[in-house]
């Protein structure tokens, strides 16, 4: 397969879209538990700009992953806004939100997430089918083949690596080319040598493919990848460093 499959947009004569991806507004996040309210997110201002890619990182139960969801959609704030592709998402139902996710903005998790009951290439195609992309099946083989797993293809999650299962999750996301990734510690799971290999696809992808990118890592080097790293800390933005 030629590399210009995988050239950014505007050299494949894909418009760049005009829509910025991700804008959070003053966002706050309170939860009820037994112990009373508890204050998730304490009013987060975040914008991200077509083609790039920011890093979130910060200590554990800062609200990383509560912020991930809220940008996605996966969660509604109880203030503040999330405006995702100059949508806001407060006015739309769910299916309203997973249509306008669909073919633009993709998720990577820590636990790959894979449905089991699907090989690898029918969980790369699926999102394909969803977003009525044609050849979904070439087109699987093809980004499965791009993250180094064409011996694979008829593999079902549970017969891979996790390794190997964290790269199907990345083909499957970046397959749609989608204009927004969010990615959850997408190396968490895996051990130093695996982690390094999804890592540089990881950026690599994003890169060949034009997609903004919002990644959730607790490694500082994996971070320092990014146009921009931003600090979380007690549910706020602690401070905001550019990486370049
Ligand atoms: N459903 C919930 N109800 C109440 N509290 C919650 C709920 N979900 C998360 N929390 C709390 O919100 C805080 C932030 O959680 P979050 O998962 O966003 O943290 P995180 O920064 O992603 O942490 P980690 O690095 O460990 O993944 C934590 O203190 C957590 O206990
Ligand atoms: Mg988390």
Redesign the pocket.
């Known amino acids: 397969m030629g590399r210009d499959r995988f050239l950014p947009r505007h050299r494949v004569g894909i418009p760049i879209a005009s829509s910025t991806p991700l804008v959070l507004e003053a966002v706050c996040l309170t ?1 009820p ?1 037994t112990a009373g309210p ?1 204050e ?1 997110l304490r009013g987060v201002d975040l914008t991200v700009a077509s083609g790039e890619t920011v890093a979130i990182i ?1 200590p ?7 912020l991930l969801s809220i940008a996605a959609g996966l969660e509604t704030p109880t203030s503040g806004k999330a405006i995702l592709f100059d949508t806001n998402l407060a006015g739309l139902g769910e299916d309203g939100r997973a249509r306008l996710r669909r073919g633009r903005a993709a998720l990577v998790f820590q636990s790959f997430h894979l449905l089991p009951n699907m090989t690898a290439e029918e969980n790369v195609a699926a999102p394909l089918e969803l977003a009525h992309r044609k050849d979904a099946t070439t087109e699987a083989r093809a980004w499965l083949d791009r993250v180094g797993l064409s011996s694979r293809r008829t593999h079902y999650p549970h017969q891979l690596s996790g390794g190997e299962q964290q790269r199907v999750a990345l083909a499957r996301a970046l397959a749609v080319r989608p204009e927004l990734l969010f990615a959850d510690e997408p190396t968490g799971n895996l051990d130093g040598a695996n982690g390094a290999l999804v890592a540089d696809l990881l950026f690599d992808l994003v890169s060949e493919t034009g997609a903004a990118l919002v990644l ?1 890592t ?1 490694d500082v080097r994996l971070a320092e990848r990014a146009d921009r790293t931003v600090r ?1 800390k007690d549910g706020r933005i602690d401070a905001a460093e550019s990486a370049t």
């Not at 554990?60 to 509560?66: A, E, F, I, L, M």
Request: proline share 0%; glycine share 20%.
């Open positions: 939860l538990s508890v998730i910060g554990s139960g800062s609200g990383k992953s509560s959730v607790h979380m």
